[in-house]
């Protein structure tokens, strides 16, 4: 609204034309009045007249031209809209890398350590097509015992069938490694279900447990250990093993491997 009032004064400042034989005439008809009672000389009686039209007619052209002249100066209001400065982004600086010196080649970094990882404290049969733990429902694990000394050794061996067997074949299997002699054997089954042998053939100490015709072995988690001793140091295993025969419901299975470290 400012803007438009503004704009209509400064084109009528620009456009007026003042009259000047017409205010001076004007003023010339508002000075003649009516004659005064008292007579006084034409030059006194026409002087203040004059003087006072002289003022009147500067007055109002200085007036005029001044408003004509605030009006025409004065500069438009500027549309342009101030807006904050943005604030100036963060420099990111790259950190220094260090160069290498000319013709000098640059080291390569030493690869990372590898992780530790632990060894098992005694010997592990490594697995190969030779073990096979696992047949159907019919599951073995062999180890040795813990209890074991420099003197004397126990190899234990844990079978769990998911199903009761008919038909069962144990054997341990013991690698003469030097003055190796059976001094014992057991099993969590009763003794009168099996058929109990314990003899060396071919550099071997086998023990083997034969179900007997007409028992059967319940479904769950049985063990069998051969104990025997040794030359005088610590033995290996590695050429120890064991094989298990079964039947069940679901037909014959087999299973075989060897003694790992006590668990």
Do not use: C
């Amino acid at each position: 609204m400012n803007d438009h009032i503004t704009r209509r004064l400064r084109e009528a400042a620009e456009a007026h034309q003042p009259d000047r034989a017409r205010i001076l005439a004007r003023v010339e008809r508002g000075a003649a009045g009516p004659p005064a009672r008292h007579r006084t000389p034409p030059f006194a009686r026409s002087w203040p007249r004059a003087s006072l039209a002289g003022l009147a007619v500067a007055g109002i052209l200085a007036t005029g031209g001044l408003a004509v002249a605030g009006i025409v100066r004065t500069p438009p209001p500027s549309d342009t809209v101030t807006t904050a400065p943005a604030a100036p982004s963060p420099t990111v600086t790259p950190s220094p890398t260090p160069s290498a010196a000319p013709g000098s080649v640059a080291p390569v970094p030493a690869p990372a350590p590898a992780p530790a990882t632990s060894t098992p404290t005694g010997p592990r049969p490594t697995p190969s097509a030779s073990s096979h733990p696992q047949d159907g429902s019919l599951r073995s694990e062999g180890s040795v015992d813990s209890h074991s000394t420099v003197y004397w050794a126990q190899h234990n061996l844990v079978l769990k069938t998911a199903q009761p067997l008919t038909s069962l074949t144990v054997e341990l299997r013991i690698a003469q490694t030097g003055d190796v002699r059976d001094t014992g054997n057991w099993r969590t089954l009763p003794s009168d279900d099996f058929t109990v042998t314990a003899q060396e053939s071919g550099g071997v100490l086998v023990y083997r447990w034969v179900l007997k015709p007409g028992r059967t072995v319940p479904a769950g988690q049985h063990e069998f250990a051969g104990q025997f001793n040794h030359a005088t140091g610590t033995r290996s295993a590695a050429n120890d093993g064991y094989r298990v025969d079964a039947q069940s419901s679901s037909g014959p299975a087999s299973v075989w491997g060897g003694f790992g470290p006590a668990r």
